[in-house]
C-alpha cells in the first residue's frame, strides 16, 4: 500500500474485535513510532503498551467512558518525557514530536489492516495515575489499536481551495 492509499481510506475505529494483534505487527507499528522525525532529534518520547483488559477499562474510564477504548486489544499511550523546549518559531516541541510519531503509529496500523483512534479527550491525571506516569512526564495522546468490527466512516473535509492559499496568506 503506498502512503496515500493509506492517508486517503485510514479512518478512526471505534470498534474492535476481540481478535488479538500479532506481535509482529504491534512491533511494526511502535517502529514507525521510533523512527519518526523530532524536532533536533530529542526522541523524547515514551510508548506504553497496554494489554491488561483491567488497565484499559480503567483509561476509557479516564477518557470520559470512550468504551471502545477498553474493548480493542490493545492501547498504546504516548507520552513526552520532556515537555519544557520551546521551538524557535514558539511551539512546544513535545507535542509536535508526539503527535507526528502517533500518526506515523497510525498510518503504519491500518497498512497492517489494523484499526486505531487518536484519542485526545481524556483526563491526563487520572491517566498517569493509573499508568504509574511520573509527575513530569506529558500524556499527549492514546490509541487503541486492534482488527475493526465496524465499515470504514465516510471521510468529510473541507476542500483544497479553502484551506490552500498562494504565496500569502488568504
Ligand atoms: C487531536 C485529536 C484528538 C481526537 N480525540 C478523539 C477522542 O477523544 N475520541 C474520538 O472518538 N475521536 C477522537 N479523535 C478522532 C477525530 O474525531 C477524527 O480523526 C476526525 O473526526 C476525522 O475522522 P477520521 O479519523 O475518521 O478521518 C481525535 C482526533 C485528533 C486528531
Redesign the pocket.
Known sequence: MDVFSAIRQ???V?AYKATDVEEDKLKKILEAARLSPSASNRQEWKFIVVKKKETKKKLAKA??G?S?IGEAPIVIVACATESKSIMACGQPAYTVDV?IACAFMILQAYELGLGT??????KEDETKKILDVPEHIRVV?MTPVGYPNEP??E???KSLNQIVCYEKYE
Open positions: 485510514r479512518s478512526s471505534r477518557a470520559f470512550q471502545f503527535s483512534c487518536w484519542i485526545g479527550s481524556f495522546a470504514p466512516s471521510k468529510s473535509r
